[in-house]
């Protein structure tokens, strides 16, 4: 079991973390939660968990191994980052970058960018022969301040927001006012628990949004509406996107 955490959308208040534990569910991987920041989960998992979130997640910004977490001072933060073995993650030749981002108005007397620069020097002052590169670096390192804590690791996985962004109501050929956002209908699949290759029956399909959605995951998907000229737009979108449905 890996330490893990997750930097979560601020979007809504309870489905990031929702849908977080709901995707671990649905592909059987074993977690334990440790604690729940805000916009922060960390836990315990394997770490093909990182693989099924960054697949599936609408609600999930990013997932990084976690290499310490503390007190947001920065007495605390330098003693925790020294007692941090660096070299178990940079090999010599290796680039690096440090990335600090800051949830809401948490811990303002530490200045992110100024941390950023404290961290970077420490860790290449304890590992022989990395560098930093700010633009391609081999590896980044991520912290979050939030709820009076740093938690700092290696960043794994990075969520690409735009693919939902191009799939909005507005840019499906077939649009109603009605239409489900994306990233919602992402959630809701998610929070369903469907599984790669299971059947998704959306029974009130709409313009196609949760069917996209389950399709994009690995789902077989089926659908009907009560007005046909839904159920034909939802025909239009799906072909758009390229998706197969059972049964329209």
């Known amino acids: 079991m890996a330490k893990l955490f997750f930097l979560l959308s601020g979007e809504n208040e309870t489905l990031p973390a929702a849908e977080l534990k709901a995707i671990l569910e649905a592909e ?48 605390v933060i330098a003693k925790a980052a020294k007692s941090s073995n660096f070299r178990l993650i940079l090999s010599e030749g290796e680039s690096f970058a440090v990335r600090v981002r800051r949830v809401k108005n948490y811990s303002e007397n530490i200045g992110s960018v100024p941390l950023e620069g404290k961290l970077g020097k420490l860790i290449l002052n304890n590992t022989k022969g990395t560098k930093v590169n700010l633009k391609k670096p081999d590896k980044t390192f991520f912290g979050v301040l939030t709820s009076g804590k740093l938690v700092f690791g290696l960043k794994l996985a990075e969520m690409e927001i735009l693919t939902f962004s191009e799939r909005r109501p507005r840019k499906k050929p077939y649009f109603h006012p009605s239409a489900m956002p994306s990233k919602l209908a992402r959630c809701m699949v998610n929070l369903a628990h469907a599984k790669s290759g299971e059947l998704v029956l959306d029974p009130f399909c709409g313009t196609g ?16 509406d009560v007005q046909r000229r839904m159920a034909e737009g939802t025909r239009i979108n799906l072909k758009h996107f390229s998706v197969e449905a059972e049964g329209v």
């Open 209 to 224: 949004s949760t069917m996209i959605e389950a399709a994009f995951i690995g789902c077989r998907v089926l659908g009907f």
């Open 28 to 75: 059987n991987i074993p977690y334990e939660i440790k604690e729940q920041l805000d916009l922060v989960v960390r836990l315990e998992a394997t770490k093909n968990s990182v693989n099924a979130v960054h697949r599936r997640s609408a609600y999930t910004r990013t997932c990084a191994l976690e290499l310490f977490a503390c007190e947001a001072e920065e007495t």
